[in-house]
């Protein structure tokens, strides 16, 4: 048994923190530099789905970002408003509701994106660039490892 496997040095706990720290410096950080465009980081979150994982429903949606209907729905009204998205029906299924971009919402994500790299970068800047590599390369593994939760529920 490795080290890391025995009970008395589970990494465990260490990665939840780690996860949790960075989350709330992650939030902190976004809603306060989105602050001064009508954003918020869960509002960016939605952008973020729907631009870089090319999610189209609101289904998707809650389910990739762990969140309920209802909360998508109403943070797709506020950006819709914001004129971020638009959404239609679905030539094939008009019960699907699909959602794209407008180009405000692109710049939106593209801003997002470029102010969560700048805090991610305060945060690793310890790191050299191999260990940096190392570093993305094993979280992408570990999310990768990870079901969403209507994977985890039984059929």
Known sequence: MSELNKPHHSALPMIISFADRLNAFTRTTLN???????????????IHAISSKSIYTPAKLADELMIERATVSRYLDQLEE???IQRSHNRLDRRV????????GEKIA????????SAYKSVLIDLSTSENKNFVELIKKLTDN????????SA
Do not use: A, H, S
């Not at 509701?97 to 405000?104: A, E, F, K, R």
């Not at 990870?146 to 529920?153: A, G, K, N």
């Open 82 to 84: 914001k004129n971020c």
């Open 110 to 117: 593209q801003l997002g994106i470029e102010l969560m790299d």
């Open 146 to 153: 990870i079901p969403t939760p209507r994977e985890q529920v």
């Open 32 to 46: 306060k530099e989105l602050d001064c465009y009508g954003f918020k980081f869960n509002q960016w979150r939605l």
């Open 97 to 104: 509701v699909d959602i794209q971009l407008t180009p405000t």
